[in-house]
């Protein structure tokens, strides 16, 4: 059999970040969250073999290894090979292979960075041993798997975003997950979006877990924001139903305000001076990606301060990232 190639898409979230964790969305009701697939992607290059020999090469890791069957595989301790045994426990692939996986996201970048190579691995094994996952099923093995892997609550947008591959408008309600990829003008947002990194990682499962954990202890203060940041989704998937691209920067920032509130771990001195470069070079949105704490930022700017902007950012040894809006045909 001839080699499965397959690259998956990062995202950036715009609105309804956090409410893609159970049981939150389905503790504040109808809500969305929106997310936009960009160019930075994972990769996994998958060639069975003849015989049990598995070699793997993990490239952000440096880490290259060969194991004489899979069983010899998931009994070692290797740290680098915990998320590369959470997919094997569960494909059980009874032939060997060579598998390298790599990705182009700064590690904790808050882009989805290990959820999409989740979806690349799922979507690379499934083809190969013939065992179709799509759809919400494919979400949920994803958060599944890497929730196993993590040992911490995951959400489900980084998995749609890195499927679905567009805008994407993600509904939770009483009866799950729906998602789609709606249409838009790839070009004004292209002309229009920063991301940039601070150089300091985060860690989503940590702000999302106090979330989480003061929502059930019935703190109203925290319960207060996230109702905000749910209605402020319902404000945004209006903004994409009628394209009133306009109307994005304004939502960025009053969400980022809430978001803030939220989690006390959510902001940090790198991105708060990020945030004020930013808006002095003209600025007009800004959105801390992911759980925050350190991670990447999504800057909005009209088009004619967006390399001013960025320059800015790159002279205070930030890294600006090249991150355009992607779409399948691309």
Not at 184 to 211: A, L, P
Not at 238 to 263: H, T
Request: contains cysteine; hydrophobic residues 35%; aromatic residues 10%.
């Amino acid at each position: 059999m001839s080699a499965i190639i397959v690259k998956s898409p990062t995202r950036i979230d715009l609105a309804g970040g956090t409410l893609d964790c159970w049981p939150l969305n389905a503790i504040v009701g109808l809500c969305y969250t929106i997310n936009l697939s960009i160019s930075i992607f994972t990769h996994v290059h998958l060639q069975p073999l003849s015989g049990s020999e598995i070699e793997l090469d993990i490239k952000d890791l440096s880490y290259r290894k060969k194991f004489p069957h899979l069983q010899s595989l998931l009994e070692c301790d290797d740290p680098e090979l915990v998320l590369i045994k959470s997919h094997l426990n569960y494909w059980q692939p009874s032939e060997g292979f060579y598998l390298k996986t790599s990705s182009e996201s700064p590690v904790g970048g808050g882009l989805g960075g290990s959820s999409s190579l989740t979806v690349s691995l799922i979507q690379a094994f499934s083809k190969w041993l013939e065992r179709p996952v799509k759809g919400v099923d494919l979400v949920t093995l994803a958060s599944n798997l890497e929730a196993r892997f993590l040992g911490t609550p995951t959400g489900t947008q980084d998995y749609i975003g890195a499927y679905s591959q567009g805008l994407n408008l993600i509904t939770y309600d009483y009866d799950g997950i729906k998602f789609e990829a709606l249409p838009y003008d790839k070009d004004y947002f292209k002309d229009r979006i920063s991301v940039i990194y601070t150089g300091k990682s985060h860690h989503s499962g940590i702000n999302n877990w106090q979330v989480i954990k003061e929502v059930v202890e019935k703190k109203q203060e925290t319960m207060k924001e996230l109702k905000e940041i749910a209605r402020l989704s319902h404000d945004f998937k209006q903004i994409c139903v009628d394209k009133k691209w306009d109307d994005i920067p304004a939502l960025l920032n009053k969400e980022n305000d809430v978001r803030v509130r939220l989690s006390s771990g959510f902001m940090n001195k790198e991105i708060g001076d990020l945030k004020s470069i930013a808006f002095t070079n003209g600025a007009t949105g800004f959105k801390i990606c992911g759980a925050g704490g350190g991670g990447c930022v999504m800057v909005w700017s009209n088009p004619e301060d967006k390399t001013r902007i960025e320059q800015a950012c790159q002279e205070k040894n930030y890294k600006v990232l090249t991150a355009d809006p992607y779409t399948p045909q691309d």
